[in-house]
């Protein structure tokens, strides 16, 4: 638990800190044939190493020493205008789209292709000046005020048709051009505003999907402490603490409300470009203001901000973040932004060791990406991020970062052939939902239970033996999976339980945490003790939980050790459910050698509630025990300590890639041969890598059944 705790400390220090957090109609013109048709379009890499470029911040002389310090690099892309509004309006309905045409053109002769965002984090002074009624209202009833960004209220109309606007213009300019390949809609989405207009929305939203207010009542139980309504104007807006029915649907709110903010946007891209240019925004990982999953829907690529703030990458919790953005559309995604050694916004903005970041990067397009962009290339000479970590330092001169980077871009155009159509495909899922998330941060019960962290646990714990984890839903089709773990799974609907009851009873094994199964859709309890409505299929439920103040032991299959924090106190109702765990004899009495892990088979399937806090050995024995149960086949136990593994593949050959994230150096002995990508010569195979701290070694093979093991 003390691990646990520390990775919540640094968890919310990365998100609570989050820099953006913190934070700091006239008809448009087409593009001029002429500029766009100057270079035909070089060959898209199959990884791309990109920076965050700002071009409106420094003379068009630089541009090209710039452009030129980037192609050495391998830079193959740059984002860019994603905070420019002023310069590409810089009056209302007087759009200059110029100068960003010729920063694609310079681009484009440096063989950099362009991402373009859109500008809407950082509205212009003369928008909210004219329009106040645009800026967000934080919960206090402030107004937000201009001189930072993301000040807009997403919910206002006239912010909407701004950007709106905004977008197409772009859109109309370079949604056929040769050289930009995708857009990014906004930047970072995160706050919510809180004013009477927005409330009325809310509450527009709440009649379209409850119809009634007696319905509306019934389901939150609003008899409770005369919270009973009769008129929809009634109802507050409610972060916490709350009605528990009022909390869920606000933050149902405030989703659809950024999928509808970004669909305002998408909409007008899609209608003018190219299906080419793929359409994505910059998620922020565990950031869980919004359902990002929901979000996700509608774009055609996921992407995310990673950045490790204080301290050094710590690869579970990160390549859990990864995972959770490949999982939102099931495919490769982007890292979108990444820092260039240090952070400029935690306590304590130290570097990635020398090594760590080239190793970062290779860790990322292990977990999926298939795009490293580093944020960013030079520091503007003012503004509020001067400490950030760059590429170059304000003298304009490569830093010593730079070599580094240069390496990473090297390394991406010489693997980029044998990962080109590669991705990770997993036969272990670990199920994921923000509504669970929620519900438990809302009523954590003891202080220390940390559902973020809890899934963190149990993903590392079967990353460790599976070395291939998919974070997904409940709501996804399962059954490419034979190991479907669900740690504190706090809220399933009644469609997620069919899903997860056809997955079992068509041979998949599904293992419940602590928690799993409480709730219902409106966040109220289920009649059914948890498991709530998979009790039947288990054989079993949860006859009581403890908040624990206590260490309480617990032995069984797994071995013996510790549970702190929580017990779910289990009974069987079905003689085939056998008892896997059972709790030990201590002064609170209530648990004395009661069931801690029960499981049931069901048919060729099996479902598992695992009631105690494991951690440890018992940890490690739970998850191998259900790892083999369920028929996985990992080619390694265990790898050397600090040495991590990561396997794209398609349906010909497969790409493995080591990373020695530990200060001890490592050999490890392949289980067949396989030849070395980036220092192999003439179809030489080996048996054995070696590798010293950092160090990235990345293999190939053939996969001799498609899409499956050799
Ligand atoms: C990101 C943001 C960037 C920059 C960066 C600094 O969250 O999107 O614009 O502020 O952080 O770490």
């Given at each position: 638990m003390i691990a646990r705790r520390q990775l919540a400390i640094a968890l919310a220090a990365t998100l609570l800190l989050a820099p953006s957090l913190r934070s700091h109609a006239a008809t448009a013109p087409t593009a001029p044939a002429a500029a766009q048709a100057d270079a035909a379009p070089a060959a898209p890499p199959a990884l791309y190493l990109g920076a965050a470029w700002y071009p409106e911040q420094w003379p068009e002389s630089r541009w090209d020493t710039d452009l030129a310090l980037m192609q050495q690099a391998h830079i193959r892309f740059v984002r860019v205008g994603e905070f420019a509004w002023s310069r590409l309006e810089p009056s209302e309905g007087h759009y200059d789209l110029d100068w960003l045409d010729r920063a694609i053109r310079a681009a484009?002769?440096?063989?950099?292709?362009?991402?373009?965002?859109?500008?809407?984090?950082?509205?212009?002074?003369?928008?909210?000046?004219?329009?106040?009624?645009?800026?967000?209202?934080?919960?206090?009833?402030?107004?937000a005020q201009h001189g930072n960004r993301q000040q807009f209220d997403w919910s206002s109309p006239k912010y909407r048709e701004l950007a709106r606007a905004m977008a197409e213009q772009e859109a109309r300019r370079f949604g056929h051009d040769p050289n930009v390949i995708g857009w990014q809609i906004d930047n970072e989405y995160a706050n919510a505003s809180y004013g009477p207009s927005t409330q009325a929305q809310?509450?527009?939203?709440?009649?379209?999907?409850?119809?009634?207010?007696?319905?509306?009542?019934?389901?939150?139980?609003?008899?409770?402490?005369?919270?009973?309504?009769?008129?929809?104007?009634?109802?507050?807006?409610?972060?916490?603490?709350?009605?528990?029915?009022?909390?869920?649907?606000?933050?149902?709110?405030?989703?659809?409300?950024?999928?509808?903010?970004?669909?305002?946007?998408?909409?007008?891209?899609?209608?003018?470009?190219?299906?080419?240019?793929?359409?994505?925004?910059?998620?922020?990982?565990?950031?869980?203001?919004?359902?990002?999953?929901?979000?996700?829907?509608d774009l055609t690529m996921a992407s995310w901000d990673d950045y490790v703030g204080t301290g050094q990458l710590n690869p579970v919790s990160n390549g859990a973040a990864h995972d959770l953005t490949r999982g939102f559309l099931r495919k490769n995604f982007w890292v979108m932004e990444t820092q260039p050694g240090s952070v400029n916004w935690s306590p304590d903005n130290n570097p990635l060791n020398k090594g760590e970041v080239r190793a970062m990067a290779w860790h990322d397009i292990g977990h999926g990406a298939d795009a490293v962009e580093y944020w960013q290339w030079r520091s503007a000479l003012n503004g509020q991020?001067?400490?950030?970590?760059?590429?170059?330092?304000?003298?304009?001169?490569?830093?010593?970062?730079?070599?580094?980077?240069?390496?990473?871009?090297?390394?991406?155009?010489?693997?980029?052939?044998?990962?080109?159509?590669?991705?990770?495909?997993?036969?272990?899922?670990?199920?994921?939902?923000?509504?669970?998330?929620?519900?438990?941060?809302?009523?954590?019960?003891?202080k220390a239970f940390d559902p973020l962290a809890t899934?963190?646990?149990?993903?590392?714990?079967?990353?460790?033996?599976?070395?291939?984890?998919?974070?997904?839903?409940?709501?996804?089709?399962?059954?490419?999976?034979?190991?479907?773990?669900?740690?504190?799974?706090?809220?399933?609907?009644?469609?997620?339980?069919?899903?997860?009851?056809?997955y079992v009873q068509?041979?998949?094994?599904?293992?419940?945490?602590?928690?799993?199964?409480?709730?219902?859709?409106?966040?109220?309890?289920?009649?059914?003790?948890?498991?709530?409505?998979?009790?039947?299929?288990?054989?079993?439920?949860?006859?009581?939980?403890?908040?624990?103040?206590?260490?309480?032991?617990?032995?069984?299959?797994?071995?013996?050790?510790?549970?702190?924090?929580?017990?779910?106190?289990?009974?069987?109702?079905?003689?085939?459910?056998?008892?896997?765990?059972?709790?030990?004899?201590?002064?609170?009495?209530?648990?004395?050698?009661?069931p801690a892990a029960i499981t049931r088979q069901v048919g060729k399937g099996r479902i598992t509630y695992i009631g105690a806090d494991l951690e440890g050995a018992p940890l490690a024995a739970a998850a191998k025990w259900m790892i083999a149960d369920a028929g996985v086949q990992p080619e390694f136990g265990t790898l050397p300590p600090g040495v991590d593994l990561y396997?794209?593949?398609?349906?010909?050959?497969?790409?493995?890639?080591?990373?020695?994230?530990?200060?001890?150096?490592?050999?490890?002995?392949?289980?067949?041969?396989?030849?070395?990508?980036?220092?192999?010569?003439?179809?030489?195979?080996?048996?054995?890598a070696a590798l010293k701290q950092y160090d990235v070694v990345i293999l190939q093979r053939p996969t001799s059944t498609p899409g499956g093991k050799p």
């Open positions: 484009q002769r440096h063989n950099i292709a362009v991402v373009i965002g859109t500008p809407s984090a950082a509205p212009p002074a003369w928008l909210t000046t004219e329009y106040p009624e645009t800026l967000r209202i934080e919960e206090d009833g402030k107004r809310f509450q527009n939203w709440l009649k379209a999907r409850y119809g009634t207010l007696d319905n509306l009542n019934a389901r939150w139980t609003t008899a409770y402490w005369s919270q009973t309504y009769n008129d929809w104007s009634q109802i507050p807006i409610e972060t916490k603490p709350g009605n528990p029915g009022l909390l869920i649907s606000w933050m149902r709110f405030v989703s659809d409300t950024w999928r509808s903010y970004q669909k305002n946007q998408l909409d007008v891209i899609r209608a003018n470009a190219d299906p080419r240019q793929f359409i994505t925004t910059n998620m922020m990982g565990f950031f869980n203001g919004y359902n990002n999953d929901l979000v996700a829907q991020e001067e400490y950030h970590g760059t590429l170059l330092g304000a003298d304009g001169n490569p830093n010593p970062l730079y070599p580094e980077v240069a390496h990473i871009g090297a390394d991406f155009a010489k693997a980029g052939p044998a990962l080109a159509g590669t991705s990770v495909q997993s036969d272990v899922a670990i199920l994921h939902n923000y509504d669970s998330y929620w519900a438990i941060d809302w009523q954590r019960h003891n899934m963190i646990d149990w993903y590392g714990a079967v990353r460790a033996l599976a070395h291939s984890v998919d974070i997904v839903s409940p709501s996804v089709p399962l059954s490419q999976y034979k190991l479907v773990v669900a740690p504190a799974l706090n809220m399933i609907t009644e469609a997620q339980a069919r899903n997860l009851i056809d068509n041979g998949g094994h599904l293992v419940l945490t602590q928690r799993s199964g409480m709730k219902n859709i409106d966040n109220g309890l289920y009649t059914q003790l948890q498991p709530g409505p998979l009790a039947d299929l288990l054989g079993g439920h949860v006859a009581q939980f403890y908040a624990l103040d206590t260490t309480i032991p617990v032995s069984g299959t797994w071995g013996t050790g510790p549970t702190k924090v929580w017990a779910d106190m289990l009974t069987t109702t079905s003689p085939d459910t056998k008892v896997l765990m059972r709790y030990g004899k201590t002064p609170l009495g209530w648990l004395d050698d009661q396997i794209r593949k398609d349906a010909t050959h497969e790409v493995w890639i080591l990373i020695n994230f530990g200060a001890a150096p490592q050999t490890v002995a392949l289980p067949t041969a396989f030849t070395n990508v980036l220092t192999g010569t003439g179809g030489a195979t080996v048996h054995t």
